[in-house]
């Protein structure tokens, strides 16, 4: 089964610092997909990247990475000069590419973790 | 502007009613999702549907159906509501069988007394 974990609960950094938000996943498959969704305080939660198990280049938008190591099974996300509008929940997710049964690309998600940035 | 939305916000309802929340996508997306969110568990699956009229149980079904009688309308039905479902339920919409995203809605708060 696929497991996702989000180790910190809670992060607060004062603004401009940078951040890394951890995520470590758990799957036996060797096709998968690895996400980030941000939840702000309005509650919905907003799509930030799709990476795929087969792509382990770096990304970079703005100041939002993201670092994806097979080797430790972790897909990390860094923001650089953080910001007050950076709090949020933040939610790394893992889909499998296998279909069983109707299990059509199903999401796990990890608990998330909150981002406080103090001005 | 590509939307999910759900029918309430809040939504107070007492233990034994049956409680009907409501998620409409105007994409033409195949595949609906309910959730719900609770603090320190993250957002668990409840049920999905990757076509009208069908349906297929998530991580904890139990105590809830859904419905889904057109392509755009995934219902999720509390048959009768009890204390431990008070929870932020969240809809989503995916297109297609990949691995796309899934755009999300606003969420109901619901609280059961």
């Known amino acids: 089964a696929q497991k996702v974990t989000q180790a910190q609960t809670e992060i607060s950094v004062v603004e401009k610092e940078d951040v890394t938000l951890d995520c470590v996943y758990e799957?036996?498959?060797?096709?998968?997909?690895l996400f980030w969704y941000k939840q702000p305080p309005s509650g919905e939660l907003v799509f930030l990247i799709r990476?795929?198990?087969?792509?382990?280049q770096n990304e970079i938008s703005g100041r939002y990475s993201w670092n994806f190591q097979k080797s430790t099974s972790s897909f990390n996300f860094t923001i650089t000069a953080s910001q007050v509008v950076d709090s949020a929940v933040y939610f790394c997710?893992?889909?499998?590419?296998?279909?069983?049964?109707?299990?059509?690309?199903?999401?796990?998600f990890g608990k998330g973790t909150l981002l406080t940035v103090n001005p | 502007d590509v939307k999910v939305t759900q029918s309430s916000r809040y939504l107070v309802k007492r233990t034994g009613e049956k409680v009907f929340l409501e998620c409409v996508q105007d994409?033409?997306?195949?595949?609906m999702f309910w959730y719900r969110q609770d603090p320190g568990l993250g957002l668990r699956l409840i049920y999905f549907?990757?076509?009208?009229?069908?349906?297929e149980k998530g991580d904890i079904p139990e105590g809830y159906s859904v419905s889904r009688e057109k392509k755009e309308r995934f219902s999720l039905i509390l048959e009768s509501a009890s204390t431990n479902q008070t929870s932020m339920y969240l809809c989503?919409?995916?297109?297609?069988?990949?691995?796309?995203?899934?755009?999300f809605g606003p969420g109901t708060r619901l609280t059961v007394l």
């Open positions: 994409m033409d997306h195949e595949n």
């Open positions: 990476r795929n198990s087969f792509d382990e």
């Open positions: 997710a893992l889909s499998e590419a296998s279909w069983s049964g109707g299990s059509n690309y199903k999401l796990t």
């Open positions: 549907s990757y076509d009208v009229k069908m349906k």
């Open positions: 989503a919409s995916k297109k297609g069988q990949g691995a796309n995203e899934q755009f």
């Open positions: 799957t036996r498959d060797t096709t998968y997909y």
